[in-house]
């Protein structure tokens, strides 16, 4: 019964027979953009009975063009991403890239997240376990579902199970990804709560100088994942995605969030109720 939350469960972070909607901005273009969107989607979800973890990147790293934006400084994001956090009274999630960066992002979010290219990154994985924080671990582009209990294996040897695993998709072919549903009940069966990524899941990798998406494909993937289960939805979400700064081909549009979390919510009530 893939619908009833994992062994392993967390106080602060997920809530028993609520399903978790980790959402927000690619990266921190700017505080305004920031605040208003978390606003948003924190009406939302209060309104459907939603719980929300929000996100967004304090920093991109991994950008196909060197001249792509990579954030507005990491402090000065940081400080945004702790500002809703204050706000709104949610837990706060962010991509972690180097073992260096992991003490500062640390003190100021809820969850680390290691990005998909990085989830062998034993140094990465070590350092974040150490802090005690929940660590989301996505899955590689390249890695079966099954390889993923080695990445856990590296952050449990720190003494910290509060982990969480995403699914986003997997390398098909030059430009593309496929996602395999399998990987939600395989990843489930290490004992971990499960997260389905619909949004990266859709993008067209390294079209040209940037990445491309088919953003059509988010709520069909979001709604085949919801009727596995799952214990969380990630969803990338920009007020005007076409002009994004990272991400503009994949991302949800805000409009369009409230309509998708009510279908969501039907399907989660009933694998929760089956």
Not at 26 to 34: D, N, P, T
Not at 134 to 140: L, P, V
Not at 157 to 179: A, C, D, Q, W
């Amino acid at each position: 019964m893939y619908g009833i939350m994992s062994d392993k469960k967390y106080n602060g972070i997920f809530k028993k027979n609520c399903l978790t909607i980790i959402a927000g901005p690619c990266v921190i273009e700017s505080e305004k953009l920031i605040i208003d969107t978390a606003a948003a989607i924190k009406s939302i979800t209060d309104e459907l009975g939603l719980n929300l973890v929000f996100k967004s990147s304090y920093k991109k790293a991994n950008r196909t063009n060197l001249k792509s934006f990579t954030g507005i400084g990491d402090i000065k994001a940081l400080q945004i991403l702790a500002k809703v956090k204050e706000m709104f009274n949610v837990p706060i999630i962010t991509d972690i890239h180097t073992a260096e960066e992991v003490k500062t992002a640390s003190e100021y979010v809820d969850i680390l997240q290691i990005p998909a290219f990085l989830c062998r990154q034993t140094d990465l994985l070590l350092a974040a376990g150490k802090t005690g924080k929940y660590i989301n671990i996505k899955k590689g582009q390249f890695l079966a579902p099954e390889d993923m209990k080695q990445a856990c294996e590296k952050v449990e040897s720190t003494g910290n199970s509060k982990i969480m695993l995403t699914e986003r998709g997997t390398t098909f072919g030059y430009h593309n990804l496929v996602v395999d549903m399998r990987s939600l009940v395989i990843m489930r069966k290490m004992g971990y709560p499960v997260v389905m990524d619909a949004t990266h899941s859709v993008q067209l990798p390294s079209l040209g100088t940037t990445s491309g998406g088919a953003p059509e494909y988010i709520k069909p993937l979001a709604k085949a994942a919801t009727a596995i289960g799952i214990d969380a939805l990630f969803l990338e979400v920009h007020p005007d995605p076409k002009n994004a700064l990272s991400d503009a081909g994949s991302q949800l549009a805000l409009s369009e969030l409230k309509e998708l979390l009510i279908e969501i919510k039907a399907i989660d009530e009933v694998i929760k109720n089956y």
